[in-house]
C-alpha cells in the first residue's frame, strides 16, 4: 500500500526555520518524482516545489526561492523540505506527492495527509 506521511509541522516566528519530512513506503520510491503543495485557508493547493526522481533536477514556485530547500535520499525514501526565513504567509497545510513526472501542478497521483506550517509572532 502507497503510503506518504509529513511530519516537522509547527508553530515558528517570522523569520525563524522549519524542516519539513516526507517519508515514502509501499512503492518503488526512486522512480518517482516527488512534489511539495501547500494550501491556506481560503486558497487553492499551489506548488511549492519539487524533485525529480534522481534528484538530479528541482524547481520552485518564485515566492520561495532563495529561501526554501528540496532534498531527497532514495535510500531512505525520504524526501525533505528545509524552509528558511520564513514569513506569515508561507503559514499552511504543506502535503507531498509523489508522481511519474514532477510538476508544479497539483497532478500527482499520490498524497500524504498534510502537516501544519504557522508562521506567527
Known amino acids: 500500500q502507497l503510503r506518504l506521511v509529513e511530519s516537522g509541522g509547527g508553530l515558528v516566528q517570522p523569520g525563524g526555520s522549519l524542516r519539513l519530512s516526507c517519508a515514502a513506503s509501499?512503492?518503488?520510491?526512486?522512480?518517482?518524482?516527488i512534489g511539495w503543495f501547500r494550501q491556506a485557508p481560503g486558497k487553492e493547493r499551489e506548488g511549492v516545489s519539487c524533485?525529480?526522481?534522481?534528484?538530479?533536477?528541482?524547481n520552485y514556485a518564485d515566492s520561495v526561492k532563495g529561501r526554501f530547500t528540496i532534498s531527497r535520499d532514495n535510500a531512505k525514501n525520504m524526501v525533505y523540505l528545509r524552509m528558511n526565513s520564513l514569513k506569515p504567509e508561507d503559514t499552511a497545510i504543506y502535503y507531498c506527492?509523489?508522481?511519474?513526472?514532477?510538476?508544479?501542478?497539483?497532478?500527482?497521483?499520490?498524497w500524504g495527509q498534510g502537516t501544519q506550517v504557522t508562521v506567527s509572532s
Open positions: 506527492a509523489a508522481a511519474d513526472i514532477g510538476t508544479m501542478k497539483p497532478l500527482y497521483d499520490y
Open positions: 509501499g512503492f518503488t520510491f526512486e522512480y518517482y518524482a
Open positions: 524533485i525529480s526522481s534522481s534528484g538530479g533536477s528541482t
